[in-house]
């Protein structure tokens, strides 16, 4: 017996939630991973089915913990789409705002947790901390930290409070300068090379076959991105780049799909989202938020198949609705980025891994098990 | 040696092993602390390290794996208190001149042997990849450490570390090795030999918690990590006093009747100074894995250590 | 739309191209769509039509050149339910093919890693099947749990 | 399972007033995610709220935490983990259940993977409710642990190690349930 | 009476030809005993009051008009001392080792009676005469294992020993036409240059000095246990015997002086003795078969010895000589561990081993301490030996020397933790597996006894080597019972061993203050999840150091082996082109090699 078994999870801090990795190791060098995932399974599509279109909203946000609006977004957008419904253009913009927001504070978790695996626990605390100058926006704007249950179908619970613009961009600009500190500490940090370049590689050709998606597949020098594929909310109304390889800006550019890039490819399209917050704020015309609801007890969802996606900052989500005209609905099926990434992607890119670089490949895909499990 | 003086040196002895332990708690405390004012929070407060061990050491249940793996309890306490007792401390000599530095370097190892067998007989892979990590981080760090210590051997043609101390201090600070230029090179490779000892970062690779989930560590728990962070406070108090001992002057900076408790403040602040300046590297960098540490140890820092070790050959046989 | 002009069947829903092909047409299907730019497997679905009694399949797949969302769709009788695998065409399938056969009970032929993949020790009726019953479940199982309820009298 | 040896009993009056004290300041918790609730310890941790102000540090692995930390909803499969952690953390150990879904079910009433209520299977010192918690509550129900270990009344493990065979049966029960018959359904 | 001694041992190795195994054993085993009588009773000629058999100090063999001059000398005594007792107890362990008797007892019996011969040899004549019985005979137990690599290696290199010794003694004999040894100090000039070095180059074979050490790895890792326990235990001690005697008994050093008064060849000595402590220790690093593991950490322990020699201070030679004492006995606890280990699990790679610690709790403490004293912990007397060694370097100033010899020391506690951790701790893989049988404990304990004796009165030591130093006009070390002491520091044992006891107390008050309970194995963190949903392997010994064999052995294996893998090359080419005439059996060549040694013999003996 030449391997030796090693478990990453449940229970291990190195692990980006509950699930588990079991790994083969010969020495240090991992052989063969295995992902073993349902820790956190609810049936949450199975519980869809017996609820009411509205009442699903607060399921939905529970799919992924780090940032829930996107899935309020999506599921809105495929009823919106059975509904044949055209939101409020303010609603759009708010929608815009509040996504980009828990981008960069999904961004920032990332990197935060990132830094604690490769071992500098100085950014993890930094980076949580400013995290929750965002949280402390979305307290303001729509009553809860984490689950907002915000986005509705037709538009925004409710309108945005006259001075939060004011709250944000002080936030926003806050957070800039706090880059640069981030950027001092690790981003140019030269064990963070030593540790980053060159491990955990997707291999280029293989990474749209694979299903990479999100900014791992910008890593991988794809410039693909919902945002402008399929323009929702109000993107195909704000100007603004897409972060892809060979160009990361003042970074210096190595290899493609690596960990060193997919974490500056975060890192930089948290300046983007900046931007685009700052453009939608000012652009946010004035008017209705949501459009006028029927009574959700007996709302009815005409029949047929809807397929919303959105871009997350862990890649592409995706939701399948099927309605057959009734008051609850058929399927509900969700597309999690982490699907591919962390069962086939992972697994994948783990074989012939150092255990050393497991947990920081791990992070650097940026795995968030409850949308894998739902 | 009549009664009286072997139980005043008995008692010395274990005022000095008892003092070690406070001052070890104590300053990791204070380290987390600091630490804590790095990451922008308030902290624990200082005394919380005390708190920790006290409730560890009463903890009810203390799950064993077999006699070997009590093995680490009994070796890490004595064999660190062994060696901190052979170090001159401030400038008292304790038992260093029954010993030299030779006799530290090994004693040294019977702590960090009895935690590997523990470790071992855990029987978890963890600790199995935790303990190979902690014994390659060694053979690294000990190869640059090992030449500034031949280096100032030859020097002052002793390896008494008594002797060493006894040397640096006939001028005060003047005469601490530090101040001569190779020496500065070698305090430099030491003190990042040093970062490797106390296993902080960006050589914290052994003990990795996101990687092996705290390595030799893992089955370690009540009583057992109690001893364990004993050990880490004393090893802490030995590590850095070995480093002020040998380059510091062992901060011996007055002589004369009550010398002796300038000395230990002297000799304290230094040890301080050195501990900070490990956690607050240690807050900066990350992790390096085992065979990069093991390169830039044997690569830079070997190096560095050789150049002031040909420097000192050739001041010496001049 | 490209890919009914691909597959020459299909209608467009909500912007998405909606293309119903039978079990055998389904791989060379794929492989078409595949060779033809959409290149990103989205997701593969199921929906267990009761009354109909069917399984219907779809294939989602998305072509990044052209922008465009295609939904191949395949129904099957829901006894004894099995389909050949994809998993060779698109590494990913094999996941998704894995969590429908536990959740539905539909049997992947050239599949070979249909182990127990969300649940663990699972019995009973696949879960996500219309006919089950999980308020029921739910009852039978953890309702029937009893409180353990500390005995005052005695004292710990 | 079948790891558990339970340990000789003992009275909560023999551990003495100063173990006490110091095991309410330093509650070391265990580094283990078990639901959404996850989401709110990062913060609680670091700079903004800052639990290291109480003592209280993540730890690693279950042999060296004393506090046990249920983040949300548990699945069977969760929950077996669980337990498998609970019997390898030394008593004295605590354990504190995060969100309604710990307590009835909360939003997961009906679904047939969720446990609903966790005292069955272990017992449970604190419970926090709200979906999600806030870390301030978070922070407050740690005080209120220690509080309740000052007075004598966090006796989880203890309810275990007595309760031992019934707890066992719950967890074997919900482990191992199978409904007659049910196999020919499919 | 030592005539009867030799007399006994040839009859009982004839003896051993013919009975059975248990019979053979008790007879080698009683019979290999009485040359201890002989040492006790030596002592007394030495300074130490002992009890008197009455066993002369010299003996003359005349067979056919040439003498063969025996007797014992400090120097020899001191050898005798470490490498004897070895005989006994590897015969006591042997009992239950082997299944029948096959031919290992006469062989070995053999073996013992042309070491004690050597050691007794004051002529040139039988110095060389044993040296072949002895290499020969163990050359047969080496063939024994049946192993190509191992018998055509050694067989190479025992041939190259013996001619450069050969070589080296007929020089001396044809410049001062005496055999005797005590008469080659006259000599000087080129000859004697010539002479020392090549008899130095032959007697580093059998002392497995890099880079003659290439057949050890392979004769190491494939003979019987019980016999490479006495070849790294005893044989590699005769080829330091050798060089002892010629460099400074007999003043060889002074002889290559002479020639080139500006060159320190003892200095090379010296490098290359640490070069081949250091590389050999990281080669035995990245082993991962327990026998090979143990060769290298042979290698590079008797490097230390080589080392000390070439400082050539007293400082120096008593810690050689103490390493060389101390190597004797625990690397034969070692070897016999490792051998008790594979008898009751038939297994050797270290990856296959695991959790033996419990299951032979008595060889795991006969192997920790042997361990402890290999890697020089203070503990053991071990370390005083490496202490002397490192201050001897100090004190001349051997800055290359001095980083070589420290790092091989912490280069120690790997290998030494690999042994400890793949074979005898970690994942219980041999639940079934019984303690090892008492012969074998008896004599694996009974080895360790010098090894506790010599840490608590580590001058006991430096007062045995007193005489052989002082005949060698060496000076012996200022000493006590407990404590040696250089210019430059201290040691006192006993100021480390009663610390260490009194630190002791606190630590033993925690462990007692607290009950603990012993839980199973399977109790293990495995991350959250239950052992036996998987039950996985746990054992992480294979490819134990991978991070440091990446960085290191592409450095050191090309340099380690391939000049060997050359000579084997060479040699397997030459013996095909011999094959066309001859049977190409190994038998053979060792035949043709014997006789054409005794033709040369005889050719000495004619002139």
């Known amino acids: 017996m030449k391997e030796y078994e090693l478990f990453i999870g449940p229970q291990h801090p190195g692990i980006t939630g509950n699930m588990m990795y079991h790994l083969w190791v010969d020495g240090d060098t991992v052989t063969k991973a295995e992902c073993n995932v349902g820790c956190l399974h609810r049936g949450f599509e199975r519980l869809m089915e017996s609820r009411l279109w509205m009442q699903n909203i607060p399921l939905v946000c529970r799919i992924c913990v780090p940032e829930p609006d996107v899935n309020e977004a999506a599921y809105s957008m495929a009823v919106e789409q059975l509904m044949d419904w055209e939101i409020p253009e303010r609603a759009k913009y708010i929608r815009t705002i509040v996504l980009e927001l828990a981008r960069i504070a999904a961004y920032l978790m990332a990197i935060g947790s990132y830094a604690g695996s490769i071992g500098i626990y100085t950014i993890p605390q930094w980076s949580l901390g400013d995290r929750d100058y965002i949280l402390d926006i979305f307290e303001q704007l729509t009553g809860a930290r984490i689950y907002h249950i915000y986005i509705w179908p037709g538009g925004v619970r409710w309108d945005m409070p006259a001075g939060l613009p004011k709250l944000i961009e002080k936030t926003l600009s806050y957070i800039e300068k706090r880059l640069e500190l981030y950027d001092d500490v690790l981003f140019e940090n030269r064990i963070f090379f030593d540790r980053a370049i060159g491990v955990g590689k997707i291999p280029c050709d293989k990474a749209i076959e694979w299903g990479v998606s999100g900014p791992n597949l910008r890593a991988c020098g794809y410039g693909y991105d919902v945002r402008k594929l399929e323009p929702y909310a109000a993107y195909d109304e704000i100007d603004f780049d897409i972060v892809s390889y060979p160009d990361l800006g003042k970074f210096d550019t190595h290899e493609a799909g690596d960990v060193y890039t997919r974490m500056l490819i975060r890192r930089l399209e948290i300046e983007q989202s900046i931007a685009i917050i700052r453009q939608a704020l000012k652009k946010m015309p004035e008017g209705e938020h949501i459009l006028k609801h029927p009574n959700w007890l007996r709302w009815k969802v005409p029949a047929g198949y809807a397929f919303a996606r959105v871009e997350s900052s862990k890649g592409e989500f995706g939701y399948f609705v099927v309605s057959d005209g009734e008051l609850k609905p058929v399927r509900v099926h969700v597309r999690g980025p982490s699907y591919t990434h962390g069962i086939n992607v992972a697994e994948r890119l783990l074989k012939g891994a150092n255990i050393a670089d497991v947990s920081q490949i791990l992070f650097s895909l940026d795995i968030c098990p409850p949308d894998i499990e739902r | ?318 | ?156 | 399972m079948g790891l558990y040896i339970g340990d000789k009993m003992m009275k909560y009056e023999e551990w003495s007033k100063l173990a006490i004290k110091v095991s309410k300041a330093s509650l070391w918790m265990l580094h283990f995610c078990t639901g959404c609730g996850a989401i709110e310890m990062p913060p609680v941790m670091t700079s903004r709220y800052d639990m290291e102000r109480f003592g209280i540090a993540p730890m690693a692995t279950p042999r060296q935490a004393d506090v046990l930390l249920i983040t949300g909803y548990l699945t069977v499969k969760t929950l077996r983990r669980v337990i498998q952690v609970y019997e390898q953390m030394q008593s004295p150990k605590y354990v504190i259940a995060f969100g309604s879904c710990t307590i009835n079910g909360g939003m997961y009433w009906d679904s047939y993977n969720t446990i609903k209520h966790l005292e069955k299977y272990i017992p449970v010192d604190v419970y926090i409710t709200g979906c999600m918690p806030r870390p301030e509550g978070i922070i407050n129900a740690f005080i209120k642990l220690m509080e309740l270990i000052d007075e004598g009344k966090a006796r989880g493990w203890e309810k275990y190690q007595k309760y031992y065979d019934k707890y066992k049966e719950n967890q074997r029960r919900v482990f191992n349930f199978e409904i007659e018959g049910e196999n020919e359904e499919y | ?607």
Request: net charge neutral; charged share 15%.
């Open chain 3, 1 to 156: 739309m490209k890919s009914i002009e691909l597959i020459g069947k299909g209608k467009e829903m909500h912007g998405r191209a909606y293309i119903e092909v039978m079990p055998d047409e389904l791989e060379n299907a794929i492989k078409k769509l595949k060779e033809n730019g959409f290149n990103h497997f989205v997701m593969l679905s199921c929906i267990d039509w009761l009354e109909e009694e069917k399984f219907e399949l779809v294939y989602h797949l998305w072509s990044y050149e052209v922008k465009e969302h295609v939904m191949l769709s395949v129904r099957m009788n829901r006894n004894n339910a099995s389909m050949p695998s994809m998993s060779h065409l698109f590494p990913q399938i094999e996941t998704y093919e894995r969590e429908i056969h536990e959740m539905y009970g539909i049997e992947f032929d050239g599949n070979n890693r249909l182990t127990p993949f969300l649940l663990e020790n699972w019995h009973h009726a696949p879960p996500m099947r219309k006919d089950f019953d999980s308020e029921k479940f739910v009852g039978k199982l953890y309702e029937s749990i009893p409180f353990i309820e500390e005995d005052e009298n005695e004292g710990i």
């Open chain 2, 1 to 318: 040696m009549d009664v009286m003086g072997i139980a005043i040196k008995v008692a010395l002895l274990t005022a000095y092993a008892v003092i070690g332990t406070c001052v070890g708690l104590l300053f990791m405390g204070i380290g987390r602390k600091i630490i804590a004012r790095v990451h922008n929070r308030v902290g624990p407060p200082f005394y919380q390290n005390f708190i920790d061990v006290a409730k560890l050491l009463s903890k009810k249940t203390n799950i064993s794996h077999g006699w070997i793996f009590d093995l680490a309890l009994l070796f890490s306490i004595s064999g660190i208190l062994l060696t901190l007792l052979f170090l001159p401390i401030g400038g008292v000599q304790l038992l260093s001149m029954e010993g030299d530095a030779f006799l530290v370097l090994y004693l040294l190892a019977i702590p960090a042997l009895g935690f590997a067998l523990g470790a071992g007989a855990s029987g978890n892979p963890n600790a199995g990849v935790g303990v190979m990590r902690a014994l390659v981080m060694m053979l690294s760090y000990e190869l640059p450490f090992i030449i500034t210590l031949i280096a100032l051997m030859i020097y002052y043609d002793t390896t008494s570390l008594a002797t060493i101390v006894r040397m640096q201090s006939i001028n005060g600070v003047k005469s601490w090795a530090i101040t001569m230029p190779p020496f500065m090179l070698a305090a430099f490779a030491a003190d990042m030999a040093l970062q490797g000892m106390l296993m902080e970062q960006p050589f914290d690779i052994p003990v990795a918690p996101h990687e092996i989930a705290s390595g030799p560590m893992v089955e370690f728990g009540g009583k057992y990590l109690g001893s364990l962070m004993l050990y880490k406070a004393i090893a802490l108090v030995a590590e850095t006093t070995l480093f002020v001992d040998l380059f510091l002057g062992g901060g011996v900076v007055a002589h004369g009747n009550f010398a002796f408790v300038i000395n230990f403040i002297v000799w304290l602040a230094l040890i301080f100074l050195l501990f900070i300046l490990s956690i607050l590297i240690a807050a900066s960098f990350p992790r390096f894995r085992i065979e990069q540490a093991f390169g830039f140890y044997w690569k830079y820092e070997a190096i560095i250590a050789a150049i002031s070790l040909i420097w000192v050959y050739i001041l010496v046989i001049k």
């Open chain 5, 1 to 607: 009476m030592l005539d009867i001694i030799f007399a006994e041992l040839i009859i009982a190795a004839i003896i051993t030809f013919f009975v059975g195994k248990k019979i053979a054993s008790i007879i080698a085993g009683f019979i290999s005993i009485l040359p201890l009588f002989a040492l006790i009773d030596w002592a007394n000629n030495f300074g130490f009051k002992t009890i008197s058999f009455g066993i002369e100090r010299q003996m003359n063999i005349s067979v056919a008009g040439i003498t063969l001059h025996l007797g014992i000398t400090p120097l020899s005594w001191f050898f005798a001392l470490m490498i004897l007792p070895l005989f006994p107890l590897i015969m006591l362990y042997s009992y239950s080792f082997f299944k029948e008797n096959d031919g290992f007892y006469p062989f070995m019996l053999f073996a013992f009676a042309s070491t004690f011969g050597i050691l007794l040899s004051k002529d040139m004549l039988s110095l060389f005469l044993f040296w072949e019985i002895m290499s020969w005979s163990s050359f047969l137990l080496v063939y024994r294992s049946r192993d190509k690599e191992a018998i055509i290696s050694y067989l190479i290199f025992s041939v190259f020993s013996a001619f450069a010794i050969l070589f080296g003694l007929m020089i001396l004999w044809h410049e001062n036409f005496s055999l005797l040894l005590s008469d080659i100090g006259r000599i000087n000039g080129i000859y004697g240059f010539i002479a020392i070095a090549s008899l130095i180059i032959g007697f580093s074979v059998k002392s497995v000095l890099m880079p003659l050490h290439a057949w050890a790895p392979f004769v190491y890792s494939k003979s019987d246990e019980p016999f490479v326990a006495f070849l790294s235990g005893g044989l590699s001690k005769l080829g330091y015997y050798g060089m002892f005697l010629f460099l400074f008994t007999l003043n060889g050093v002074k002889i290559l002086q002479n020639y080139t008064p500006n060159v320190a060849w003892n200095y090379l000595l010296a490098v290359v003795g640490s070069l081949s402590a250091f590389v050999a220790t990281m080669l035995a690093i990245m082993q991962d078969d327990l026998r090979k593991l143990l060769a290298y950490s042979s290698i590079g322990q008797l490097g230390y010895i080589a080392i000390g020699f070439g400082i050539g201070t007293p400082l120096a030679i008593t810690g050689a000589l103490f390493q060389a004492f101390n190597h004797a006995f625990f690397k034969a606890v070692l070897f016999l561990a490792a051998g008790a280990v594979a008898y009751r699990t038939g297994k050797w790679k270290i990856s296959e081993l695991g959790g033996l610690a419990y299951r032979m709790p008595l060889t795991f403490l006969a192997a920790l301490f042997a361990i402890f004293a290999l890697a020089a912990i203070p503990i053991t007397s071990g370390f005083a030996a490496k202490w002397l060694l490192y201050e001897a370097a100090i004190q001349q100033k051997y800055v290359f020397i001095a980083p070589l010899m420290l790092i091989a020391g912490v280069g120690a506690f790997l290998y030494s933790f690999r042994i400890l951790y793949g074979v005898f701790l970690g994942e219980n893989r041999y639940p079934d597996v019984k303690e090892a049988p008492k012969s074998m404990i008896a004599a694996m304990f009974i080895l360790m006894l010098p090894l506790i004796i010599f840490v608590v009165f580590p001058g006991y030591m430096l007062d045995l080597m007193k005489p052989a130093l002082s005949n060698s006009g060496i000076e012996s070390i200022a000493h006590t019972k407990f404590a040696i002491e250089t210019s430059l520091a201290k040691y006192n044992s006993m100021a480390v061993l009663i610390t260490l006891i009194a630190a002791m107390v606190p630590a033993f008050i925690i462990y007692k203050a607290r009950k603990h309970r012993i839980t199973s194995f399977e109790d293990n963190y495995l991350a959250g999840e239950p052992y036996e949903f998987h039950n996985p392997s746990m054992h992480a010994a294979h490819n134990f150091y991978k991070p440091l064999k990446g960085v290191v052995l592409p450095y050191f294996e090309p340099g380690a082996t391939y000049y060997f893998e050359k000579i084997y090359k060479g040699i397997g080419i030459l013996s095909n082109g011999i094959r066309r005439i001859y049977t190409g059996f190994v038998q053979d060549y060792a035949i043709y090699v014997v006789i054409f040694l005794l033709a040369v013999m005889g050719w000495l003996i004619w002139m």
